[in-house]
């Protein structure tokens, strides 16, 4: 299991937009929950249901290597993706970005976790990122 100092380093290197070629290695509950991605890391990725096709047979099947795009991160050690290939994107995926998620275009290329302070209390208590950029016990 990896520890919070290796998941910060490898945080550290990601940025909103960025590509990764991956590995489809599971899909637990086609058509409810997402797939699981083998992105060549200590840590999987995931791509969420919301971002797939509504026809779970259109999602790219274990086995398919393509490329994605990092799409979120937050404190739990997985990298959230967004496929390249539209055909892996839900069919209205334009709409629903600029419903839910407007400001991506301005997001492509920022740091996912844009601070150098540290992500643990000096006592190793993991902190999350206010809304002001400060450490919150979690």
Do not use: C, Y
């Not at 249901?49 to 739990?76: K, S």
């Not at 407007?102 to 993991?126: C, H, I, K, Q, Y």
């Amino acid at each position: 299991m990896m520890n919070i100092g290796e998941w910060e380093e490898i945080r550290h290197r990601l940025h909103f937009g960025q590509r990764v070629s991956g590995r489809v290695v599971q899909i637990p509950r086609p058509g409810t929950i997402g797939v699981f991605v083998d992105i060549g890391l200590a840590v999987g990725g995931f791509v969420d249901v919301l971002l797939l096709p509504e026809d779970a047979a259109r999602w790219p099947a274990e086995g398919t290597e393509t490329e994605f795009e990092v799409w979120w991160v937050d404190e739990r050690p997985q990298v959230r993706l967004k496929p390249v290939d539209r055909q892996f994107l839900r069919e209205d995926f334009d709409e629903w970005l600029s419903r839910w998620r407007p400001g991506w275009p301005r997001e492509r290329g920022l740091p996912v976790w844009p601070s150098n302070r540290r992500l643990t209390a000096p006592d190793g208590t993991l902190l999350r990122r206010s809304r002001t950029g400060e450490g919150q016990v979690v």
